[in-house]
């Protein structure tokens, strides 16, 4: 192993990611990605999906932001064997907006300090995309895997998952899955899942001085409220999964945004949230929706109108791997070969594209640069030797992938 893990260097994956974190528009990143894999002598294919055919299909997982186009890459090793034993490398190059605080170093010129890259979507999740690529790269110049590793490059992960869901419709037929999502050296095998929502109240307005004679909206959205905090009380009363175990709040209920009245002297007649709902790994989305829309119609009985909730946005569905598949061990292998220590199995309380390749049936796991404490975060940055190390671990399990499963 002394030759191809000899080809990665931090150089290089620095250089390529200083240059991937420049591109904050999705498509400008997927063609970038694009350039990269061809420089780096693999096989690239960019597709343009058909947006109008993924909202119509079955599992649509839902979007958050509005788009006309989606694109998704596929890059492989030349030479490659479609019908050996497939694995499958996702990453996503979009990235979520760098917020209004001000950043140190500016968010998309990477700065280089310290042993850290710094830059929106460093760690969360360009650093792993990079560190595929030169992965497989390497694979390449040891002679090629004996499997066939695909790696698929997508957009849209942090509003829904559409990317991923496009990818696979393309091709699904894999042994395994692995994500470079920031992991701070742990193993995830376990996510919790999460539902975006939206809450409408209705009341009726008066003049404030006649406070009497109206029904506030805000007025009926208190009980309700009352009613969410016991619905995340009993949704993580019983953690139930052992790799939950250590998170204080593994499946929160967080309303995200309130918008109500239009004047300071009117009694409110109508009440907007939105926010993030948890579930629990082994229920399912529907039944959460469920306890969901009996809480809140429950409370709000006899004040007025019946609520409306609406399910808009990413819908996550939680998802798992045993802690005993051969996948989770043999990803845990080769981290204590890179690293003299083996990764811990770890759940954690965020949804990911994992959950859309679990749903079809495909083992996976999360293993990555950075620590999720960095994503979404201002002054956002991923150390390089985790960008390193991840390349050296995904080297390993991709010349490993198709003679030991």
Known sequence: MTAPHAALTEAALVRDLTELIGRPAEADALRLTHRLARRLGLDAELHEEDLAALRRAEGYPGEEVERDSLQSLFVTVPGRDPGAPRLVINGHVDVVPPGTAPWTHPPFSATVRDGR????????????????LHALAAARGAGG???????????????????????????ADFAGCVIPEPTGGALVCATAGAL?????????AAHASRRLDGVSALDRFWPVHQALAALEERLNADRGHALMAGHALPYPLSIGRLTTGEWS?????????????????????????????????????????????????????????????????????????????????????????????????????????????????????????????????????????????
Do not use: N
């Open 145 to 171: 895997p004996p499997g066939d590793v695909v790696l698929q490059v997508v957009a849209g992960e942090e509003d829904g998952g559409i990317g991923a869901f496009a990818a696979l419709r393309r091709d």
């Open 117 to 132: 890259v710094y830059g929106r979507g460093a760690a969360d999740m360009k650093a792993g995309v990079v560190a595929a």
């Open 196 to 204: 975006t929502f939206r809450l409408r109240l209705t009341g009726r």
């Open 265 to 405: 002297s009117t009694v409110p007649d109508e009440l907007v949230c939105e926010g993030r709902l948890g579930v629990p790994i082994g229920r399912t989305l529907a039944s959460v929706r469920e306890d969901f829309e009996a809480a809140v119609r429950e409370a709000a009985a006899g004040t007025g109108p019946p609520p409306e909730v609406t399910w808009s946005g990413g819908q996550f569905a939680p998802a798992e791997t045993p802690v005993t598949h051969r996948l989770v061990e043999s990803v845990r292998r080769h981290v204590a070969d890179v690293t003299g220590r083996p990764a811990t199995p770890v759940g954690v309380p965020y949804g990911t594209d994992l959950r859309l390749y679990a749903a079809r049936g495909i083992p996976g796991v999360l293993y990555g640069p950075g620590d999720i404490e960095q994503a979404h975060a201002v002054d956002e940055y991923v150390p390089v030797a985790d960008i390193l190390t991840t390349a050296r671990v995904l080297l390993r399990l991709a010349l490993a992938f198709g003679s030991t499963g």
